[in-house]
């Protein structure tokens, strides 16, 4: 099993603002993944990266970006933070084992925007 | 369209007893299905996984069954604790090629509230 953390857990941040939600993971996982879920709805996926310095954007169209600079590391920033960016946003990382590529994913970060 | 459905929004039943939690998928290239376990404001924990070329995984407690002509899915509990309540999500995975790599992408059900009575 994977360890993945993400750092803040909750943010409450105003109008404007830029953030930065941070993802790291230990197991060496090629492949990480950004996902956004709002309450009673099921989680969409916003980014991914199959390597160092590789990213793609997911199903769901989001504002934010991220980088991998390193393979530990996915940082997700948004440049002007608003009240429709309220959701929780969740990392994930895997490996392809065995033929199957199993996910597994961070605390999450709760983002309210005002 | 959603593919993948989880058409119970919750589910109660009593500490001891056996839960049972469905999922239908619609999509046939799905060859990977998953089960996570959430809780309020935390990240989905992956529970138990099953390969299209089984029909029965069991770990523990947990047992999930994939009926492929039926697109159908299920997770059962036995026996049910109060710890287990909690958001279950069921995922479902086709591959995805990209940058020379593949990875499981995942779609995932709506959840199913689970409350275990003591």
């Known amino acids: 099993e994977a360890d993945i953390y993400q750092t803040p857990r909750y943010l409450v941040i105003g109008t404007g603002k830029k953030i930065t939600l941070e993802c790291s993971q230990t197991m060496g996982h090629d492949k990480m993944y950004w996902y956004q879920q709002d309450p009673g709805m099921e989680l969409h996926l916003i980014h991914y990266?199959?390597?160092?310095?590789?990213?793609e954007k997911g199903d769901l169209s989001s504002e934010s970006t991220v980088s991998r600079i390193r393979t530990e590391h996915f940082p997700l920033t948004l440049e002007s933070a608003r009240p429709s960016h309220t959701s929780q946003y969740l990392c994930?990382?895997?490996?392809?084992?065995?033929?199957?590529?199993?996910?597994?994913f961070g605390p999450g970060t709760r983002l309210t925007v005002l | 369209d959603q593919q993948v459905k989880q058409n119970s929004p919750s589910l109660s039943v009593q500490e001891g007893r056996i839960s049972i939690l469905n999922c239908d998928y619609t999509?046939?290239?799905?060859?990977?299905f998953l089960w996570y376990k959430k809780y309020p404001a935390e990240g989905p924990t992956f529970l138990i996984s099953i390969s299209s070329i089984k029909d029965k995984n069991e770990d523990g407690r947990f047992t999930v069954f994939l009926n492929k002509s039926a697109k159908h899915l299920s997770l059962h509990i036995v026996p049910s604790q109060p710890g287990d309540s909690a958001v279950y999500f069921c995922a479902a995975s086709d591959w995805v090629n990209a940058g020379g790599t593949s990875y499981g992408k995942l779609t995932f059900g709506q959840g199913t509230i689970l409350t275990v009575h003591p």
């Open positions: 990266s199959y390597g160092v310095n590789s990213t």
């Open positions: 994930a990382s895997s490996e392809i084992s065995g033929g199957t590529d199993t996910q597994y």
């Open positions: 999509n046939s290239m799905f060859d990977y």
